[in-house]
């Protein structure tokens, strides 16, 4: 089985992305990624998709996302032609905190591809042809600069992703999709977590808009994302502290509370904690 590398497709290490037009005449070997994500679209004809030792049918108008380990491969294709995105997960940090609060974009983006991991998974997004159609504008648009590469042009490309990772999620958050209710359960309650992390939110109240029990949210929580709902909530918490640390000057007590904290105490002793060091010390480390 091979393992493919993203810098087989391009050597630009400060620009970890590529997209491509991917026609398939005969099955595509089932293989890996070392180090990157990829985000397809299938533009034209059917095939079966192979995923671990899952087989599921795919079609015009269907979007999904593999990720790295994930082992994938395309049997039986008929006029089979896709877009490959191909991307390394760090170059979507720059999506809004907004984003990262909707459930189509955990589902789609983050669930889903983690999902596929863990055990059979044959959710994906389906596209009416109107919407397809205008998704296949943007991927025209994002070819064009990345083949023409004029000045700007890894800007323009990264823009263009982000607009098309926010159109995939609303489809996906709008559209009746065939998701597993383990998915959408955890794509809502994360969303809710990242939507409400600043207020004073309990985990009975994450549950309830979740529409699960507090045991089942931490059960699937904890076989996902490896940690607790309150302690994803925690992190979030404190990479927001570590933010306000670094670009103001606000006292640290405010900096607790602005981060969620009620209790500027316990905020050093969690940061501590977490870092190694207090939030004075981070502050004084950080260069000016």
Known sequence: MSKVQL????????????????????????????????????????ATHVVNNEVSFIKKGYVFVINGETIHGYKDPQDFK????????????????????????????????????????????YMSLTNLEYVSSLITAM????????????????????????????????????????VMHLATAVSYIEDHYLEAITLEEIAEHSDISVRHLNRIF??????????????LRLERACQLLRLTRLPITQI?????????????????????MSPKAFRQSEPS
Request: charged share 20%; proline share 3%; aromatic share 16%.
């Open 7 to 46: 810098n087989w497709f391009t050597n630009d290490e400060e620009f970890p992305f590529f997209i491509q037009y991917g026609g398939h005449d005969e099955d595509t070997s089932l293989h890996r990624h070392n180090d990157f994500s990829e985000l397809v679209i299938v533009l034209q004809g059917h």
């Open 222 to 235: 904890k076989s996902y994302y490896q940690t607790s709902p309150m302690a994803y909530l925690q992190r």
């Open 82 to 125: 896709i877009c490959n995105i191909m991307y390394k997960p760090d170059l979507l940090t720059y999506i809004g905190s907004d984003l990262n609060a909707s459930k189509g974009y955990q589902a789609l983006f983050v669930l889903e591809p983690l999902y596929r991991n863990i055990q059979s998974n044959e959710s994906k997004l």
């Open 256 to 276: 607790s509370f602005q981060s969620g904290f009620n209790d500027s105490n316990y905020f050093a002793r969690q940061f501590k904690k977490a870092y190694g």
């Open 143 to 182: 070819m064009n600069e990345y083949k023409n590469k004029h000045p700007g042009y890894k800007t323009m490309l990264t823009s263009r992703l982000i607009e098309l990772v926010v159109y995939l999620s609303r489809q996906y958050e709008s559209s009746d999709t065939d998701t597993d209710s383990h």
